[in-house]
């Protein structure tokens, strides 16, 4: 096994300052190139090509952002399965508890959100 020395990062180094001196010398250029139109309509709100109407800031259920953060959660569930998948045979029994336990952790987790009544929308 050999000792990595400090020389071996200078490549590294030289890449992240090319990256780091491109994003500087974009931001740079194209505020000093780019136009300087200022309207009162070039600066109003669009979404989608349609002019805004009233304020923006409305109250909005917290089922929405509830829904959202579930999905998110189980999504990322998902995305702890592949690496057992892929290495079960190597994992033998041992991943199979982790995994189950894994599934039971969130399982009860489910149970508490089914129970706080976060997945109705009919209240």
């Not at 590294?12 to 250029?29: E, N, W």
């Not at 090509?49 to 509830?66: K, L, N, T, V």
């Not at 995994?99 to 987790?109: A, E, H, P, Q, S």
Request: proline fraction near 3%.
């Amino acid at each position: 096994m050999a000792i990595s020395t400090s020389s071996d990062y200078i490549p590294l180094l030289i890449q992240m300052a090319v990256a780091g001196g491109f994003v500087i010398v974009t931001l740079i250029v194209t505020h000093i190139l780019g136009p300087r139109l200022k309207s009162k309509k070039k600066d109003a709100g669009w979404e989608c090509g349609i002019e805004s109407q009233g304020d923006s800031r409305f109250p909005m259920s917290i089922r929405y952002f509830m829904t959202a953060i579930l999905f998110v959660l189980f999504d990322v569930e998902v995305i702890f399965f592949y690496p057992y998948a892929v290495n079960f045979t190597e994992l033998r029994l041992d991943g199979l508890l982790a995994m189950m336990l894994f599934v039971v952790f969130f399982f009860i987790g489910f149970i508490y959100v089914l129970k706080k009544g976060a997945l109705e929308w009919g209240k």
